[in-house]
């Protein structure tokens, strides 16, 4: 493990007195709904507070990796003018940006958790599943009480092991939530959940603390899915003896009543929508709407109205169902608020697929097509 003067020099570098939010996206090749829901509401957060917005890229699920995914990312986020103050393409003062390029400092931090007593080293046997599961019964695990002495000689023989969080058998843990407020949980009901796995890798909640810690982050933005792991956190965070962010649990954005919108399910990305001729600017709209209300009766905003009036307290516990009619109604609003010129641009590539005799213009036909457009691709008269 490092000395402390090497932790120390690590939070000095840490930036502080302004708000600062992240995106955490893993490059999976589209964007997500939801995902880009998450993006506007840390992005405007941020904007809100007149702070900083970070683009941290969360890749260290190696298995999940598609070529070319990160470009995606970068190109979704500037169609949708959601421009980063920090990550890895512009840099910025807690660099790296990237999650495998951060790899040796987990397991320092791994180690300072050790040392101060609120981790340790488990050589059982158990496929990465059954940790993964947990369904592995940390009563019964008997690395929970080694010594140091002992747990250091194993380690030393080239024994393989993960670090496990200790969590206390006994009192209840207590977090804030932005939107769900005051949550209770007993310890008890808590795993020892891994924190760095035998390949030295970290799991994806403790990579989690140890960069949003590292990068000042003020208001942790994340799907409610994450609810259940936040006395954890808090865990994590008291055991280092860091200041605890805000968080903003989001509830689900559902296809329906039942199930949340998955790519898997046919439920269109972001990537679909703009190929179904929808304008970013009508789905930054709608999909800031599911999950948040402003105050009146107002439906259509830009994204600098929004910067101004974007507000926490607006944000619903209840999930938000994805309405493609309602969507539709946004684009159409776009639609005829844009000018001729424009609307003419936009729906050219689309006439051009329908319309193939070279002598009509595409900016006739847009014309005639403005006022009575839904989506630039499927005119519906
Ligand atoms: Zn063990």
């Not at 790296?96 to 791994?110: D, I, W």
């Not at 690395?143 to 030393?156: I, K, M, P, V």
């Not at 009901?189 to 035998?198: A, E, G, I, N, Y």
């Not at 936040?230 to 994590?236: E, I, Q, R, T």
Request: hydrophobic residues 35%.
């Amino acid at each position: 493990m490092k000395d402390i003067s090497w932790f120390n020099d690590m939070e000095a570098r840490i930036p502080t007195g302004e708000v600062r939010t992240r995106f955490a996206p893993s490059p999976t090749g589209y964007m997500h709904v939801g995902n880009l829901r998450t993006a506007l509401y840390t992005y405007l957060i941020a904007r809100h507070g007149k702070g900083k917005f970070i683009l941290r890229i969360e890749d260290t699920d190696q298995g999940r990796l598609v070529e070319g995914a990160v470009d995606v990312i970068y190109k979704t986020m500037a169609e949708c003018h959601l421009e980063h103050d920090e990550g890895p393409d512009v840099g910025g003062p807690v660099a790296p940006y990237v999650q495998t390029e951060r790899r040796p400092l987990y397991k320092e931090y791994a180690e300072l958790l050790m040392e101060r007593g609120h981790a340790y080293r488990c050589f059982c046997e158990k496929t990465e599943s059954e940790e993964d599961s947990g369904d592995f019964n940390r009563g019964d695990d008997p690395c929970r009480s080694l010594t140091r002495e002992e747990s250091d000689r194993l380690a030393a023989e080239g024994r393989p092991y993960v670090i496990r969080q200790r969590i206390p058998h006994e009192g209840t843990t207590t977090f804030h939530d932005e939107i769900y407020g005051d949550i209770t949980v007993e310890n008890q009901s808590l795993d020892d959940q891994v924190l760095l796995k035998r390949d030295g890798l970290p799991t994806y909640n403790f990579a989690n603390v140890i960069d949003d810690h590292l990068m000042g982050i003020t208001h942790v933005v994340r799907g409610s899915e994450y609810l259940s792991s936040a006395p954890k956190y808090n865990l994590l965070y008291e055991g280092f003896g860091w200041p605890i962010p805000k968080y903003v649990h989001c509830s689900p954005v559902m296809r329906d009543q039942h199930n949340k919108m998955s790519k898997r399910h046919g439920d269109p990305s972001y990537e679909d929508l703009i190929a179904q001729g929808f304008l970013t600017d009508a789905v930054i709209n709608y999909v800031t709407l599911l999950g948040w209300s402003p105050r009146g009766e107002q439906e259509i905003f830009s994204l600098d109205e929004l910067k101004e009036i974007f507000d926490i307290s607006g944000i619903s516990k209840s999930p938000a169902i994805f309405d493609i009619e309602k969507l539709r109604y946004f684009n159409a609003e776009y639609i005829r608020a844009m000018s001729p010129e424009a609307f003419a641009k936009v729906a050219e590539p689309f006439i051009r697929q329908a319309v193939k005799n070279p002598a009509i213009d595409p900016a006739a036909v847009a014309a005639l097509l403005q006022q009575r457009t839904e989506v630039s691709s499927a005119p519906r008269s």
